[in-house]
């Protein structure tokens, strides 16, 4: 089956600067990978995504890169507030609706 | 508003109880999956439906079942709960565009 892998697994940044996790998958069949936020005592939530047949796609200060070659795929996010301060998990579903999920990232943004 | 709701947001039990958990969701979604949470191990698919009656086992089935009689409600069963089923317990639908929507989660603990 799928294997995903995340790094790191804590992140602490100064506000104003950038974050970025990175995560690995092992089957090439998945095509869709989803970056979910879950904030302290709350459910995760979406927050971008990229299918395999794009390459990078942006949303304001977040970002999303997918390298299909190397199977790798990461998110950005770009002049860091202390309300990004969260857990961050990666995903990659392959067909058939199954979703596999990173060990999660957390993220600490320093005022 | 996509609603996904959960049945409790804490549960004790005592070694050998059953415990049903429950969700339910308002959205027409066919499928509806649930994991486990658990500190540096992500999520984890224990089970997911794809339909009324229809259920599939993901990662970790071992001492779970699950129950789905209804489109809009997707039970998980501990037949015999266990102190290393304490955890948080995520219920998630898959909507349009395969962004999955999460209940609030319900954190359990066996005693």
């Known amino acids: 089956g799928e294997n995903v892998e995340q790094h790191p697994s804590t992140l602490s940044v100064q506000e104003g600067d950038s974050a970025v996790i990175k995560c690995t998958y092992s089957d090439s069949a998945s095509n869709y990978f989803p970056w979910y936020k879950q904030e302290l005592g709350k459910r995760p939530q979406l927050i971008i995504d990229i299918r395999s047949n794009v390459g990078e796609k942006k949303d304001q200060r977040i970002a999303v890169t997918l390298n299909k070659t190397a199977k790798h795929f990461s998110l950005h996010i770009t002049e860091t507030q202390p309300e990004d301060s969260a857990v961050y998990f990666c995903?990659?579903?392959?067909?058939?609706?199954?979703?596999?999920f990173g060990t999660g990232t957390s993220l600490t943004v320093i005022p | 508003d996509v609603k996904v709701t959960q049945s409790s947001r804490y549960l004790v039990k005592r070694t050998g109880e059953k415990v049903f958990l429950e969700c339910v969701q308002d959205?027409?979604?066919?499928?509806m999956f649930w994991y486990r949470q658990d500190p540096g191990l992500g999520l984890r698919l224990i089970y997911f439906?794809?339909?009324?009656?229809?259920?599939e086992k993901g990662d970790i089935p071992e001492g779970y079942s699950v129950s789905r009689e209804k489109k809009e409600r997707f039970s998980l069963i501990l037949e015999s709960a266990s102190t290393n089923q304490t955890s948080m317990y995520l219920c998630a639908t898959l909507g349009p565009g395969e962004t999955q929507y999460f209940g609030p989660g319900t954190r359990l603990l066996v005693l």
């Open positions: 439906s794809y339909d009324v009656k229809m259920k």
């Open positions: 995903a990659a579903s392959i067909p058939g609706n199954q979703f596999y």
């Open positions: 959205m027409d979604h066919e499928n």
